[in-house]
């Protein structure tokens, strides 16, 4: 599987913004789509994924009914819409596959069989 992000760039605090991730490279109807983040000096973590086939979505609950997540079957893209951007949310997003689903224990853990590369984004305060 082979992932394309885009979208990332600078915002103010409360603003919005979306990315993009292009998949290709195998069937993935039974794979999970979705993002990570890193911020500088900090985990990596769980943003948000997506069941491919049935549409189910999981969002850890610091971007919960702030962010999106969705795909369109037809351009093999995923996006994150994300909303009211917090200066906690700087950090570099990360397109991920899984054939996994994210589990909560406590907080979300997801573990990916597939990584794309980076793109920054920047919530000015």
């Known amino acids: 599987v082979q992932l394309q992000a885009s979208g990332g760039g600078l915002v103010q605090a409360g603003g919005s913004l979306g990315l993009s991730c292009a998949v290709s490279?195998?069937?993935?109807?039974?794979?999970?789509m979705g993002w990570i983040r890193q911020a500088p000096g900090k985990e990596r973590e769980f943003v948000a994924a997506i069941r491919w086939s049935e549409g189910i979505e999981y969002y850890p609950d610091y971007v919960k009914g702030r962010f999106t997540i969705s795909r369109d079957s037809a351009k093999n893209t995923v996006y994150l819409q994300m909303n009211s951007l917090k200066p906690e949310d700087t950090a570099v997003y990360y397109c991920?596959?899984?054939?996994?689903?994210?589990?909560?224990?406590?907080?979300?853990?997801?573990?990916?069989?597939?990584r794309g590369q980076g793109t920054l984004v920047t919530v000015s305060s």
């Open positions: 991920a596959a899984s054939t996994e689903d994210p589990i909560y224990r406590g907080s979300y853990y997801w573990s990916t069989d597939y």
């Open positions: 490279g195998r069937t993935f109807s039974n794979y999970r």
